[in-house]
T-cell receptor
């Protein structure tokens, strides 16, 4: 699976959009981009995934660049409960486990 | 609620002992994964089972073993426990049958193991 690069930490004001970037310049054509988050010591929570088109669900939006070498997770209106470590992972559909890196620690402040 | 159930939630045991952690995957999911998360390490993949067969191995110690039963629940056995085995152990599951477009993996809430 391709490697990803994320900033170690970010801050966001409550109510504002949180834009979390991820670089995956070695992504292959059959690899999906997944985003998970982990709120302190809880189980990782699935957020969203995509192959090449932008995706949106009730939690977030995923914007994937046309060359697929980077993506951005957007939390449109961040709340204090969105404070967590966010992981960007690339993986083939029929792939095996998710390989978690260090992720981005997002702090949402009042 | 992810639908993945893990028991026990907390466990304290002594060095040298053996414990078993149990996982019930989401209904219909064939794949089960085990992960370890200790304070100084990130989420480390241990092992994956698919429909009862071992499919992939990660950083699993020889003192650890797992199995998946015909009803698809899984157990992780940890033996000759050491202080360094104290960690959160997560189970996760995925469909693996093509019904989910991304073969998404869903995690349980974990089992806290403390070795004293």
């Amino acid at each position: 699976d391709a490697k990803t690069t994320q900033p170690p930490s970010m801050d966001c004001a409550e109510g504002r959009a949180a834009n979390l970037p991820c670089n995956h310049s070695t992504i292959s054509g059959n690899e999906y981009v997944y985003w998970y988050r982990q709120i302190h010591s809880q189980g990782p929570q699935y957020i969203i995934h995509g192959l090449k088109n932008n995706e949106t669900n009730e939690m977030a939006s995923l914007i994937i660049t046309e060359d697929r070498k980077s993506s951005t997770l957007i939390l449109p209106h961040a709340t204090l409960r969105d404070t967590a470590v966010y992981y960007c992972i690339v993986r083939v559909w029929s792939g095996y486990a998710l390989n978690f890196g260090k992720g981005t620690s997002l702090l949402v402040t009042p | 609620d992810s639908g993945v159930t893990q028991t026990p939630k907390h466990l304290i045991t002594a060095t040298g002992q053996r414990v078993t952690l149990r996982c019930s995957p989401r209904s219909g999911d064939l794949s089960v994964y085990w992960y370890q998360q200790s304070l100084d390490q990130g989420l480390q993949f241990l092992i994956q089972y698919y429909n009862g067969e071992e499919r992939a191995k990660g950083n699993i110690l020889e003192r650890f073993s797992a199995q998946q039963f015909p009803d698809l629940h899984s157990e992780l056995n940890l033996s000759s426990l050491e202080l360094g085995d104290s960690a959160l152990y997560f189970c996760a599951s995925s469909d693996g049958q093509g019904r989910d477009s991304g073969n998404t993996i869903y995690f349980g809430e974990g089992s806290w193991l403390t070795v004293v």
